[in-house]
């Protein structure tokens, strides 16, 4: 159980180009599904926290124009990397937190690596 | 303000050796939960544990087993026996217990094991 579905996990694109990932929680509810970059042998920075139903909550310095985050339904969410230049190449990884009461871990889907040409 | 620290960067060790990662984190709360992930080459990241701040029994699963010491504000992480598939990265992070807004990981910096066969 608890499995999180990401999608694409690599796309490589021209810099200009609008990539869109989406994140699937496929056995659990989601309310709160969370959005982390990861540059090589780096830990994860969360970039912003998807609330269902709601506008995303952005960590400082994460330009909310830039990375558009929908969170139309209880399993998905969606990340578009807007007008991607190559400073935007990295591997973005989803997690999602199952909704039953406090302290559940978030489970974690297998990234997408992104790339701009 | 709260915070994980992992000290070891990278660990290597010979198959069937025991090895224990070491995690301490800081935080104002009275209760949290503490987590322990892996992330294989693959990239991936995969749950291995959580623990709440009431807890502080020693868990063992099969070859895992986690020490947490709330004194010392640590919850470190030993294999044994350690075989190849152990090699990877493997992240301690912290959350606070009541949600808050989010329930947000803050993750450590992350250890790099690389088992040799």
């Known amino acids: 159980g608890a499995v999180v579905s990401q999608h694409p996990s690599w796309v490589i694109c021209k810099s200009g180009t609008s990539v869109k990932i989406e994140c699937r929680s496929l056995d659990f509810q989601a309310t709160t599904m969370f959005w982390y970059r990861q540059f090589p042998k780096q830990s994860l920075m969360l970039m912003a926290t998807s609330n269902e139903g709601s506008k995303a909550t952005y960590e400082q310095g994460v330009e909310k124009d830039k990375f558009l985050i929908n969170h139309a339904s209880l399993t998905l969410s969606t990340l578009t990397v807007t007008s991607a230049h190559p400073e935007d190449s990295s591997f973005y990884i989803c997690?999602?937190?199952?909704?039953?009461?406090?302290?559940?871990?978030?489970?974690f889907g297998d990234g997408t690596r992104l790339s701009i040409l | 303000a709260q915070k994980v620290t992992q000290a070891q960067t990278e660990i290597s060790v010979v198959e069937k050796e025991d090895v224990t990662l070491d995690c301490v984190y800081e935080?104002?709360?009275?209760?949290?939960?503490l987590f322990w992930y892996k992330q294989p080459p693959s990239g991936e990241l995969v749950f291995l544990i959580r623990r709440n701040s009431f807890d502080e029994q020693n868990e063992i699963s099969g070859r895992y087993s986690w020490n947490f010491q709330k004194s010392t504000s640590s919850f470190n992480f030993t294999i044994t026996a350690s075989q190849v598939v152990d090699s990877a990265v493997y992240f301690c992070a912290l959350s606070d217990y009541y949600g808050g807004a989010t329930n947000k990981l803050i993750f450590g910096t992350g250890t790099l094991l690389a088992v040799q066969p």
């Open positions: 935080t104002r709360d009275t209760t949290y939960y």
């Open positions: 997690s999602a937190r199952e909704d039953r009461g406090l302290g559940q871990p978030q489970h």
